[in-house]
């Protein structure tokens, strides 16, 4: 990788390494900028990051009043991705605006390595705004490590009823339905506002919809509208798919369980979006906060017979993507139809703070008119047990998807190896193929291969997986 982006922090190092950054670094100054731009000093937005766990797209059915809020009356993208389709890397990518091959998370082991001096709550505490995490924080994290930056927080040891937190340093357990308890936290911490003049930032992470997917009691036994699949799923000839999806054995009815089941965990989330709505409207803050609701990563509901994640079809990478700030001018309800990803995230926050951060980005503003024509998306294999997705990467553009798998894995800690062959491929025209049934470069000759234009493909991935 170029440019030394990538500064590994050891789980044992990590507080000192955050305390010594944090002293070092001087406090950014906030941008002047005119009308239409990030907030200037005096006016700069409350921030509430909402990421969910598992959720893919086609799931509005249960959010009906998160998008009444977020995209009816702010900005639905819907290219939405995340660059990593695993938990612990895309939350990593949210928190930096990094690729996980620049942060250093390449799997759900590798927690400790993301540098906490490059993280949104850093820069944001730094400010001077008031910080709060209430939910879920990193895979692989020690419930008793508090997360750092946070002024105030909540953090849960995965689980939907009756679970394991730290609050505040202390570890202890808290009776009840956790998305509950990640509402009521998150209320108590905005509730300070009225009293607190700073701005402040609330990262929300309630775990739903990852399995389990336990419901709230109340929508346990909730009917969802009838659902019959779609053409990959789970699509019975895939003698063009790589080995371990020739082998996957998921069927129709286990992605209709699968949806079923996260649908009914979403709806107590949508329950809390609006009681963070309704809150923010007494307080007087609706205006002026930027609302970001994305998930950690998609699902696949049967797809080419896979029932998780972790691979390079659309329902995996895919994700639900909403913004509100009417005081920013995003307040309408528009569309927005640009490849869009988690990376972008960080870049968006500290654009409309008025925050120039220290470290390198790859993700763009979502405040600007930057439009990319292509994204990368990557996974890395921990472990070297057979089964499972190799190590792979991914070229993404709106009309076509070409993949490579590698003879690479990672360990606990994301240190890589292998010799980095390239083991099977994969090319889709999304413009005829949307649900990527029929693989051109399998049996393809060369020729065929460069009317596909995948020698240009290949090298532009070589290029972005060290970019």
């Excluded at 129709?252 to 949508?270: C, F, M, N, P, Y």
């Excluded at 926050?349 to 990319?372: E, F, K, N, Q």
């Excluded at 798998?405 to 010799?419: F, I, K």
Aim: proline content about 7%; charged content about 20%; some cysteine.
């Amino acid at each position: 990788m170029s440019e030394n982006r990538r500064t590994p922090v050891s789980r044992r190092g990590f507080l000192a390494g955050s305390a010594a950054a944090a002293a070092a670094a001087a406090v950014p100054a906030i941008a002047q900028v005119a009308a239409g731009g990030p907030a200037a000093a005096t006016t700069r937005p409350n921030i509430l990051l909402i990421v969910t766990d598992d959720q893919p797209k086609h799931t509005e059915w249960a959010l009906p009043k998160t998008t009444a809020w977020l995209a009816d009356q702010g900005v639905k993208f819907t290219n939405g991705h995340v660059t990593t389709p695993l938990c612990s890397p895309s939350r990593s990518s949210v928190l930096t605006g990094r690729y996980a091959h620049n942060h250093g998370v390449l799997n759900n082991g590798a927690s400790y390595e993301l540098d906490q001096s490059t993280t949104l709550p850093r820069y944001l505490k730094q400010a001077g705004y008031r910080t709060g995490l209430f939910g879920k924080w990193l895979n692989s994290w020690t419930l008793s490590d508090n997360p750092p930056h946070f002024e105030e927080f909540a953090l849960l040891q995965p689980g939907y009823v009756d679970a394991q937190w730290n609050v505040n340093g202390t570890v202890q357990t808290i009776n009840g339905y956790t998305t509950n308890i990640v509402k009521n936290r998150t209320l108590n911490f905005l509730d300070k506002a009225a009293t607190d003049s700073r701005p402040w930032f609330a990262y929300v992470t309630p775990y739903a919809s990852h399995g389990p997917r336990t419901p709230e009691a109340k929508y346990a036994g909730t009917a969802v509208p009838e659902w019959n699949g779609r053409p990959s799923v789970p699509e019975n000839d895939r003698a063009d798919k790589p080995g371990y999806i020739k082998n996957a054995t998921g069927t129709l009815a286990e992605g209709q369980q699968i949806r079923a089941e996260q649908l009914r965990t979403l709806l107590t989330v949508d329950d809390a979006v609006q009681a963070f709505k309704d809150k923010l409207q007494a307080l007087g803050q609706l205006d002026n906060t930027l609302v970001i609701y994305i998930a950690d990563n998609g699902f696949t509901w049967a797809d080419h017979g896979w029932t998780k994640k972790s691979v390079p079809y659309r329902p995996a990478h895919e994700v639900p993507f909403y913004l509100s700030w009417p005081a920013g001018g995003l307040g309408a309800g528009t569309t927005d139809s640009r490849i869009t990803a988690n990376i972008d995230i960080a870049p968006t926050v500290l654009d409309a703070a008025g925050i120039s951060p220290a470290h390198s980005v790859d993700g763009r503003s979502l405040l600007t008119s930057y439009s990319r024509d292509h994204l990368l998306v990557e996974w890395w294999k921990q472990g070297t047990a057979a089964g499972g997705p190799p190590t792979w990467s991914s070229y993404v553009a709106k009309d076509k998807q070409y993949t490579e798998y590698y003879e690479l894995t990672t360990d606990g800690d994301g240190n890589v190896s292998g010799t980095g062959a390239v083991k099977f491929r994969e090319y889709y025209d999304l413009a005829a193929d949307p649900y990527q049934l029929t693989n051109k470069l399998y049996q393809a000759t060369p020729t065929e291969e460069q009317n596909l234009g995948i020698p240009a493909l290949k090298a532009q991935l070589a290029a972005d997986r060290v970019a």
